[in-house]
């Protein structure tokens, strides 16, 4: 199986940890990934608040290309750029746009025949021959840690769309996080809303919901929580420490990339991915 | 001519139909999946008002009784067959003809029918399917049915919950995506009321708030129900709930709402669901075989003159048709089966009776669970035969053959209730046109359950030997027919209900004459050209009297009913008419005096009008820029507390009307909550894609209408919205009981509820029955009702009223009747006062009373009352009862 990589924007700049615990692991289980060659903006934020043209064309221009490579899936580990590529592929299925993509089709000079298989990094993962190489690698137990696994929205809806897990009673982190010997906590703000990027224009905002969010997971013990979302990560870590935090004496919870739990129970080095965490994990090495 | 038909789900409409459908001669086959019949009347016990019995009797409630006699009855006819466990696995349509197999436990069919009655209710939806709401997952989150459960086993009252959160509509009136249906499902705020009044009896001060979407109690039971919660400070708070949260390590249920415009999050103990109503996916299937969609069925509204049929020889009723509760069901059930009913040949008695002079016992072990054997041969030397089951046709057959070739003429049934049984062996008999009779003793009732297991043999021999001597007195039954008796139907009012009554039963050759009290016919509903439901009122009862006017029936306008006299089969009624009075002889009458409009505490002016005035013209609304309409304005308040039913989809029809011709008017419907029940879901969904805005406002508090320099401004108490500008006001009159009401049940004899409408003989049940032979009710006088339920009511009793005279004009095999020995009567009058039904009568020069054997009920009510004993009741004479009570007492032993 050929399969294409789009890291989009948040992987090369905020969350680099995460491409890189990324990477680590698809090498560490032998499997390889190819970066689709000149890839562009997946649409989000920017692009789709202002032009529903280009929230279609961006993506669609990533997804020619890739299957101009000849990509049969496309590992998209990023939610927004996940969500955006998954849109994409719907509106050209279901909403009558074979204009736009005979438009794009000629300004490009490619052909799309909106075939790619595309995998979130947690559908990638789960697939057995990875999941089963996994369970065997394991160097690092993690001896039962409770872990709070977050969704958010991106990764699951509209669920129409996107199809990835049941929207509103997701399981399939945390099925993973046993796979890999921790044990997921039951928590219920797992799709609560992070405050997406109101964290720039309202902060107090997103201060109220990420301590919603943190507060119930430790509420059920949980000792860190994961996510597959740059902008969740960087909400959940970030706004932890906010001087307004309305629960500064509690315990802050480290906010981690599955990939980077995988990648520490894999043995992989992990401890410069954790540098870059604002709360740091409390995982030892 | 005999046709056959299959009826898919013995539930209380499947079972009815198939009633009407057999006694009219047809041959019919009743599939049902489960093993019982009774559908959801007998497994979700108090899911109606009115059995409310079933609440804490365990084992026994009304519907499981109603229903078995139902059923036995039908299982002893040989012109149907009940199949219960049974799946049908194919089903083909051609030329008019049904090619069925049918998968039953012993035995598969192959049969070929005529037409095809789509009766299997509905299936509660899945709340797993809704993961938002954690059923399945969270302890604290259940079913309706669940909680009752626990209040039945007593395990509630174990652990009390403090505060109780009940959540409607889960899986109905969904649009957007994800699981539910978009319609409503009808019955479960009713429901989830009920649940409340039953956990309030057994935990008063449990702490309860409903989250509701609209409270759709719009059947007059329901009204009540919703007093008493509001007494038992039940909170009711209208807001959609996206999800429930658990409290951590607790798990309890955490609900997020809206409170006076800010989230508050309020933990509680329990959570209950109110499931909606879905289609079983087995007959989507057999729906599927005969090209019908799940969307065309829930789109399928029936045209007015035939509301239950898809296409010929297909037909749907009860819930299956549109989710409604019990009451409906019953009328929606006669309604379907009117077109197969017909007015039967007079077959007076060719019947050659056999009359067998050997006694015998029947048991019944009741699928195993009574210990009959031990009783066999212990009190009596006589023929027995055991059965196990009576809902089974080959238990049934047993019991007749056992009477043939023993050559039975009197039996003891010892089993479980009379009830049950009895209507179910007399049937039996008189298909072999034998003259048995019968006494039931209840051993499972009386004495298992009572006494248990020890000493049941001992309880069980003496109430064997105490039927054994009452069977000894009782009299043989006798061909009885009834003479004198006159064809006419009398209708009392001349508007919709009454007009379609007419047509339905002049269709059917039957004559009648209408009496309306004013100078026109067609009640309040006459003037209104604007589409109601579909229907242009106007000229539909203009082409309704023109029909009646070609068939001979006699309309009398100006006309007012002012003596009635007479009994079942014959009544004469003295009409006056312009100072004159008229005979009238008639064997049926039915009361359709309908409702009257209630205006409540508002005025007309000219721009402020009712639906009535916008309905009759058209040209009003093209006169205005913005509308409104201001429901409820003459029910639902201090005046008239119950629901009109008819209002919302009467605004509903004509914003739709008036948004469909002119999009660019502004139309705005105030309300409390907007009734579109069932299917009427529908139009409330079109309606707000159309742009139609809806306003709520509380239930008794009003918007305040201010009239300013020629407009009319609504005040809202809606934070989001300014006060609304409107060139045209429309309120919304209410429906309360009519005045004669009062009058007519008096005359008649019939009872009134609590809100003035005519009372039938179970609101649930009885399908539009009053208790009372000869008597009918159609319509509004019964309670509120839309045009369509109208329709179907006015459907309903026509059928009504021909089994009724399908009934007297046959010779019937009677034994439970009273008779009168006239040697004692002294024409005291007081079984004539004390009949709920009024058979007696005093027959003129002859000074006696005299008690017409087809009319009588068999209730004894006069037999115990003649103070001379001159009244006999045939199945259950002094003697008979005497001597059971000397055995039973023990004496001679």
């Known amino acids: 199986m050929k399969t294409g990589y789009y890291p989009g924007c948040s992987l090369h700049s905020t969350a680099t940890e995460y491409n890189e615990s990324v990477l680590a692991v698809v090498k560490a289980i032998n499997d390889e990934v190819k970066e689709i060659e000149d890839w562009n903006c997946c649409g989000a934020t920017a692009g789709h608040s202002t032009s529903a043209e280009l929230a279609l064309g961006l993506p669609l221009r990533n997804l020619m290309l890739a299957e101009k490579e000849g990509f049969e899936e496309l590992l998209v580990p990023c939610a927004a750029c996940y969500n955006l590529f998954k849109t994409a592929q719907f509106e050209v299925a279901h909403g009558q746009k074979q204009d736009l993509v005979a438009d794009l089709e000629h300004q490009l000079g490619l052909t799309y025949q909106n075939k790619i298989n595309v995998l979130n990094f947690i559908e990638y993962v789960l697939k057995p021959e990875n999941i089963e190489k996994i369970k065997k690698l394991i160097k690092r137990p993690l001896g039962g840690i409770k872990v709070a696994a977050y969704y958010g929205c991106l990764l699951l809806r509209p669920h129409n769309v996107v199809g990835f897990d049941n929207p509103e009673r997701p399981t399939k982190m945390e099925k993973l996080l046993e796979a890999l010997g921790a044990s997921p906590v039951r928590w219920s703000a797992k799709n609560e809303c992070c405050g997406g990027s109101q964290a720039l224009s309202k902060p107090e905002l997103v201060v109220r919901l990420v301590n919603n969010i943190v507060t119930n997971a430790r509420d059920n013990e949980a000792e860190l929580i994961v996510t597959a979302c740059p902008l969740c990560q960087a909400n959940l870590d970030g706004r932890q420490i906010n001087w307004d935090f309305p629960d500064q004496n509690k315990q802050l919870l480290p906010v981690l990339y599955i990939s980077e739990l995988i990648g520490y129970a894999l043995g992989l080095p992990a401890e410069k991915w954790f540098a870059k965490h604002l709360v740091p994990p409390s995982l030892k090495a | ?893």
């Not at chain 2, 079933?54 to 519907?63: E, K, M, R, V």
């Not at chain 2, 100072?579 to 007309?604: E, F």
């Open chain 2, 1 to 893: 001519m005999t046709k056959s038909y299959l009826v898919i789900g013995a539930g209380a409409v499947g079972l009815q139909i198939a009633q009407d459908l057999k006694e009219n001669g047809h041959e019919v086959w009743l599939v049902e999946e489960s093993t019982m019949p009774g559908g959801k009347f007998n497994s979700q016990k108090p899911l109606e008002p009115g059995i409310n019995l079933a609440y804490f009797s365990g084992t026994y409630h009304p519907g499981d009784y109603l229903f078995t006699s139902k059923a036995v009855s039908l299982m002893a006819s040989k012109r149907v067959k009940v199949l219960y466990g049974s799946k049908i696995s194919v089903i083909k349509e051609e030329e008019g003809k049904f090619y069925t197999e049918i998968i039953a436990p012993k035995e598969n069919y192959t049969k070929v029918f005529d037409g095809v009655y789509f009766t299997p209710g509905f299936i509660p939806f899945n709340p797993e399917e809704k993961a938002e709401y954690l059923y399945g997952i969270n302890n604290f989150v259940l079913t309706g049915l669940e909680l009752e459960n626990l209040l039945k086993t007593g395990e509630l009252k174990k652990n009390p919950p403090e505060k109780v959160a009940f959540i409607q509509c889960v899986g109905s009136r969904n649009n957007g995506i994800g699981p539910g249906k978009p319609y409503c499902s009808g019955f479960c705020c009713l429901y989830s009321l009920k649940e409340i009044d039953l956990l309030k009896k057994v935990l008063p001060d449990t702490i309860v708030k409903v989250f509701y979407l609209d409270l759709r109690l719009y059947n007059k039971g329901a009204e009540k129900l919703y007093q008493k919660a509001v007494e038992n400070n039940v909170s009711f708070i209208r807001n959609m709930i996206s999800a429930i949260k658990e409290e951590p390590k607790s798990y309890k249920p955490i609900i997020r709402y809206l409170n006076n415009g800010r989230f508050k999050d309020e933990l509680f103990d329990l959570v209950v669901l109110a499931q909606g109503a879905e289609l079983s996916p087995n007959i989507k299937t057999l729906l599927a075989r005969l090209n019908i969609t799940e969307n065309e069925l829930l789109e399928f509204y029936g045209t007015p003159e035939n509301p239950h049929q898809i296409r010929p020889g297909i037909y749907f009723a009860g819930s299956f048709l549109n989710p409604m509760d019990g009451a409906d069901s019953m009328v929606s059930a006669g309604a379907a089966a009117f077109p197969q009913i017909n007015l039967k040949e007079s077959v007076q008695s060719t019947m050659e009776i056999k009359y067998f002079t050997n006694t015998g016992i029947i048991f019944c072990n009741c699928r195993g669970s009574l210990p009959v054997d031990e009783l066999k041969g212990t009190v009596a030397d006589l023929p027995s035969i055991t059965i196990s089951d009576c809902l089974n046709e080959d238990e049934l057959g047993k019991v007749r053959s056992f009477l043939l070739d023993n050559q039975i003429g009197k039996a003891v049934f010892a089993g479980c209730s009379k009830i049950k049984i009895m209507p179910g062996l007399e049937k039996l008999a008189y298909e072999e046109s034998i003259g048995a009779r019968f006494e039931v003793v209840n051993l499972k009732e009386q004495g298992y359950s009572l006494y248990g297991k020890e000493k049941f043999k001992a309880i069980a021999q003496k109430l064997l030997a105490g039927a054994l001597a009452r069977l000894k007195f009782s009299t043989t039954p006798a061909l009885k027919v009834k003479n004198d008796i006159t064809f006419d139907v009398v209708i009392i009012g001349g508007g919709l209900a009454g007009l379609k009554a007419a047509e339905a039963l002049t269709e059917k050759g039957v004559s009648v004459t209408v009496v309306e009290k004013q100078d026109s016919f067609g009640g309040k509903h006459k003037n209104k050209v604007i589409p109601l439901e579909g229907i242009n009122l106007k000229e539909f009862i203009e082409k309704i009297v023109l029909k009646l006017e070609n068939r001979g029936a006699l309309l009398l306008k100006n006309a007012e009913i002012v003596e009635v006299s007479g009994a079942p089969g014959n009544y004469q009624l003295i009409i006056e008419r312009f100072g004159k009075r008229l005979n009238i002889n008639a064997a049926a009458v039915i009361l359709a005096t309908g409702t009257q409009n209630s205006y409540g505490h508002y005025r007309k002016t000219s721009q402020i009008i009712f639906q009535e005035d916008l309905f009759s013209s058209a040209d009003l609304l093209s006169q205005c820029d913005s509308i409104g309409f201001l429901q409820c304005a003459g029910s639902r308040n201090d005046l008239n507390p119950i629901c009109s039913r008819n209002c919302c989809v009467s605004s509903l029809d004509a914003a739709i009307y008036v948004k469909e011709k002119f999009p660019e008017k502004d139309v705005f419907i105030f309300h409390q909550d907007i009734m579109a029940y069932g299917k009427y879901e529908y139009k409330y969904l079109k309606a707000r894609e159309l742009g139609i805005k809806f306003v709520v406002y509380n239930r008794g508090q009003y918007p305040e209408i201010k009239s300013i320099g020629g407009k009319i401004q609504v005040v809202t108490n809606e934070n989001y919205l300014d006060d609304v500008v409107l060139d045209l006001l429309v309120l919304a009159e209410g429906a309360v009981p009519n005045k004669e009401n009062e009058k007519l049940a008096e005359l008649f004899r019939v009872g009134l509820d609590e809100f003035g409408f005519l009372r039938e003989s179970h609101q649930d049940i009885s399908g539009g029955y009053f208790p009372k032979w000869g008597v009918f009710v159609a319509g509004e006088a019964q309670g509120p009702k839309t045009v369509r339920e109208i329709l179907s009511s006015a459907q309903n009793t026509a059928k009504n009223v021909l089994t009724y005279l399908n009934q007297l004009q046959n010779s019937q095999l009677k034994v439970n009747y009273s008779e009168v020995i006239e040697e004692k009567c002294a024409a005291c009058l007081t079984c004539v006062r004390v009949c709920p039904y009024s058979v007696p009568v005093v027959i003129n020069g002859k000074n006696v009373a005299y008690i017409d054997p087809i009319s009588c009920q068999g209730c004894g009510i006069c037999a115990s009352e003649c103070p001379n004993k001159a009244i006999v009741q045939n199945n259950r004479p002094h003697q008979g009862v005497l001597a059971e009570i000397r055995v039973l007492a023990g004496e001679g032993k």
